[in-house]
């Protein structure tokens, strides 16, 4: 008689995605294999700061390589402490209320573990940076993506109320954002904070473009505004400001309530944070002059717009971003049924790489539209802007 075999236990997780790679790294890859120009990667290549650098190197010949306090060096907490209270106003003690973070992306996960529960949801702003979507998918938490609206991806406050319900556990804000550029406002800011308190609600907030804003936008912390330091999680870090990507430095600061539990999870899963590398970022807080903070803002201007005006003669409309250093064009005019295939098409033709903008979006949205990163080198940003004007 014929026997039925149970089902293998050789199987992926309930959690493991069904495609694992993101579209950004797709492209990389793509472009890489054919010698482009990557405009689809944050990879913001340009020049490290010589302090960062120097102290960096000095860290390792020092003999500074092995494992730190698991929230980091002294120096470096210190150093955030001063900064947050230097640019913000904002008081955090570097013993209780600081954690260096494995970049970014890393603290977000550990406060995400720290503070939010197996199916409970978070409202997110779309277009959304893919990886809080997953993040929060990864630890079976529920991502409800909330609209901006078009076409200056402004706040739609109803639609934020209507988005919450008894499950909601946090709000998470990506200001200046990735992919759209978007700088809230302070009375969307406001708006959002009447929120959270009146539904006690959590908010985390990436601010890790924080100084890249142009023309008249301001960057205002979350955490600033009144009642919301205590619920409120600051994420930032070092990868763009200093351009040191590859180093994955980021931290956190947070009320002393919750940074034992977001440390302990930061720890479990990645130990510390660089111990060598977090000397260079240090050098960098305490060296670097206010000019250079203005410099960076006014170098990324003008590349912005380089890539605008290169974007307006391929008859890929943009939108002007107002922070951080992504572009979103529309690729209405390109072949292809969706952006995916309209972004290898427009490297095929040009061998300049992009991002398909659905992405960014939910399922039926973003599909003619296309992200392309600025924060390139000079020659190389030039030499794309060229390409995409013959196109």
Not at 56 to 65: D, K, P, R, S, W
Request: aromatic share 8%; hydrophobic share 45%.
């Amino acid at each position: 008689m014929p026997t039925t075999s149970a089902p293998s236990r050789l199987a992926l997780s309930q959690l493991a995605p069904g495609v694992f790679q993101s579209e950004i790294r797709a492209m990389s890859v793509a472009c890489d294999a054919i010698g482009g120009i990557n405009l689809a990667q944050g990879v913001c290549d340009t020049p490290v700061p010589a302090p960062v650098e120097a102290e960096a190197i000095a860290a390792i010949h020092a003999g500074y390589n092995i494992y730190t306090r698991l929230d980091g060096i002294d120096r470096l907490r210190n150093a955030i402490s001063a900064k947050q209270q230097r640019d913000y106003a904002l008081t955090y003690d570097p013993e209780t209320e600081v954690l260096v973070s494995s970049g970014a992306t890393g603290g977000f996960h550990a406060a995400v573990m720290a503070l939010i529960n197996p199916g409970d949801e978070v409202l997110l702003f779309e277009p959304f940076y893919g990886y809080h979507v997953s993040t929060l998918k990864s630890l079976r938490i529920n991502p409800v993506l909330v609209p901006l609206a078009d076409p200056d991806f402004a706040l739609d406050t109803d639609a934020l109320k209507a988005a919450i319900t008894p499950r909601t556990r946090a709000i998470v804000i990506n200001t200046p954002a990735n992919p759209s550029g978007k700088v809230f406002t302070q009375a969307e800011l406001e708006s959002i904070a009447a929120l959270a308190i009146e539904h006690d609600l959590f908010v985390l907030t990436d601010e890790i473009y924080e100084y890249f804003v142009y023309d008249a936008a301001r960057h205002i912390s979350p955490a600033t505004l009144p009642g919301m330091r205590e619920r409120t999680i600051v994420l930032s870090g070092f990868s763009k400001t200093f351009s040191v990507t590859g180093w994955r430095l980021g931290y956190v600061t947070a009320d002393v309530k919750w940074m034992p539990a977001i440390s302990y999870f930061h720890d479990l899963t990645y130990v510390c944070a660089p111990s060598a590398l977090q000397h260079g970022a240090a050098a960098g807080l305490e060296q670097l002059p206010p000019s250079f903070y203005i410099e960076l803002a006014a170098a990324h201007q003008d590349k912005r717009a380089r890539i605008l005006a290169a974007l307006h003669a391929a008859g890929l409309e943009p939108t002007t971003p107002a922070g951080a250093y992504y572009v979103l064009a529309d690729a209405t005019r390109l072949p292809g049924k969706n952006a995916a295939e309209k972004a290898r098409k427009l490297l095929a033709a040009t061998g300049v790489a992009s991002v398909a903008g659905s992405a960014f979006f939910r399922p039926g949205r973003g599909d003619n539209l296309l992200r392309f990163c600025f924060a390139k080198q000079d020659h190389d940003l030039n030499e794309a802007c060229e390409r995409l004007r013959k196109l």
